[in-house]
């Protein structure tokens, strides 16, 4: 049976639109929860921390290629740095709030190789409060 040119054209144009299709749900794809946290008020000279999850929910492999925090008084700890698909990982982060003082707003940025969200930003935020001298009675 001979196929004519059109027909041939035809199933051309639908083999290559079904194998991008395939290739394009191949994917790592980050999703992390919470986006932010608010410690709320903090006493002054006092460490808090809090956790992020991220989860690969695509279906490649999913690479957390760097975590920085925009300001040297918070650290972050990622707990894996490749996740298959469905696997979660936490991103400890703790905020020091020795010679802080009034609100404060702190963001980490996570790099990853989700094509369509490398780059994710989270952030805390906190109300440094001073400490209350204790008094001494005489």
Not at 15 to 20: F, G, K, L, T
């Amino acid at each position: 049976m001979k196929l004519s040119s059109l027909k041939i054209f035809l199933l051309i144009i639908i083999i290559s639109a079904s194998s991008s299709f395939v290739w394009a749900q191949f994917e790592p794809k980050a999703v992390i929860h919470p986006m932010s946290y608010d410690y709320g008020n903090i006493v002054q000279d006092s460490v808090v921390t809090t956790i992020f999850v991220i989860t690969n929910e695509g279906n490649d492999i999913l690479k957390i290629k760097d975590v920085k925090a925009s300001c040297g008084c918070t650290a972050v700890v990622v707990g894996e740095h490749e996740l298959k698909p469905g696997e979660s990982t936490e991103i400890e982060v703790s905020f020091d709030s020795k010679g802080r003082t009034g609100k404060q707003n702190k963001t980490i940025t996570v790099s990853t190789n989700d094509p369509d969200n490398s780059i994710i930003k989270l952030a805390i935020t906190g109300n440094v409060i001073k400490k209350e001298k204790s008094s001494t009675l005489k």
